[in-house]
């Protein structure tokens, strides 16, 4: 083959993008964040305060600082920039080592079709994620961060008659369901969630009893009240496992209950914004098994679940689309 400079040097940064990652993970595990200020320290000093190798540190400390992850105030001085602080948080289960080595199993996976976590770390990620680690705490505390900049958004979609009991389905730590019981006081809110999930819930779903209720609703569902949520839930599934997970919805539905589901869609094949979601799409499969789905595959599976039929909502200002489904 003749050589091409350009393309090889233009591969070699794509092949290469995983030292971006593992220079992120060792930052995050030395603890940066604790150690850099604004005003800078010498690389002498922060290898004393890491326990680490100063020259070494020196060219990670260089290579964060071209990713502005770090700013190196004068030539060996570092300090930190608003992602420093932020550092620790992707050291858990879906973005640090544990998320790198799922990814490493992609190859494989695609051939056949065994969720690409499982297969490297011999458990599911949920189950993995009940062991409890500081990774998978900080695996919810990220997922929080994104329901509470969401939570407003979602809240505002869910159409409520103010005296309903709503049970959020896989509700994290309950930030959606509060900003929904901020907005109507006289509904109640229950949250149904993994028991790995509900170590820190939103203070004000621990105000009267019953309002948490650990169980994995790919086992079964209580009739808990009168509408039910799924938000962003279904992407973390399977086909196979989804479908279980609403026909429990359905059997759970009394007449005049509804099922509200809410999904970032997948655009259709040809639309130019498909690509655009690829990557957070094979992300879903490789950590969960799971992915985003068109409209025409949401309203078939809510078909294959037995739940009745789908009224879409208007799409929320956070990009995700919601169906309800009400049993008369
Ligand atoms: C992406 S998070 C969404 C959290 C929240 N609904 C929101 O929109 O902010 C998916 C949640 O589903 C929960 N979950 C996944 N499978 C579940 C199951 N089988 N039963 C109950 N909860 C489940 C997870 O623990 C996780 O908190």
């Known amino acids: 083959m003749d050589p091409d400079f350009n393309s090889d040097l233009k591969l070699m940064r794509l092949a290469n993008a995983f030292q971006v990652s593992c220079a992120m993970h060792a930052a995050a595990r030395l603890e940066l964040g604790k150690y850099l200020n604004p005003t800078g320290s010498t690389v002498n000093d922060l290898a004393e305060l890491t326990g680490t190798q100063a ?108 005296d309903e009991t709503v049970v959020d389905i896989g509700g994290g730590e309950g930030f959606v369901l509060a900003e929904l019981l901020t907005l109507h006081p006289k509904c109640r809110g229950v949250l149904f969630e993994l028991t790995s999930a509900t170590g820190h819930v939103h203070p004000i779903l621990l105000e009267e009893p019953n309002q948490v209720v650990e169980g ?34 359905a059997q759970a539905l009394r007449p005049g209950h509804r099922l509200m ?24 499969f490789v950590l969960w098994g799971g992915g985003q789905r068109t409209r025409g595959e949401l309203l078939d599976l809510f078909r294959r679940a037995g739940l009745p039929e789908a009224r879409e909502l208007p799409r929320t200002s956070v990009g995700i689309t919601g169906f309800e489904m009400r049993l008369d």
Not at 93 to 114: D, H, K, N, Y
Not at 146 to 153: D, G, W
Request: negative net charge; glycine residues 8%; charged residues 20%.
């Open 261 to 284: 589901v809410f999904e970032p869609l997948l655009p259709e094949p040809g639309d130019p914004l498909r690509n655009a979601q690829a990557a957070s799409d094979l992300n879903l």
């Open 55 to 162: 020259r070494r540190l020196g060219a990670l400390l260089g290579f964060l600082a071209q990713l502005e992850v770090v700013a190196e105030l004068e030539p060996g001085i570092y300090g930190s920039t608003n992602l420093t602080d932020r550092l620790h948080l992707v050291d858990n289960i879906a973005q640090g080592p544990e998320g790198l080595a799922a990814w490493t199993g992609l190859e494989q996976a695609l051939r056949t079709g065994r969720t690409p976590f499982e297969a490297v770390h011999g458990e599911s990620f949920y189950d993995y994620a009940a062991k409890q680690s500081e990774q998978s705490r900080r695996w919810n505390a990220w997922n929080s961060n994104a329901s509470k900049a969401m939570a407003p958004a979602m809240a505002a979609a869910v159409e409520l008659q103010g």
């Open 216 to 249: 994995n609703a790919l086992e079964g569902l209580p009739s808990l009240g009168n509408v039910y949520l799924l938000c962003r839930v279904l992407v973390n599934c399977d086909d196979e496992a989804a479908e279980l997970l609403l026909s429990h919805c």
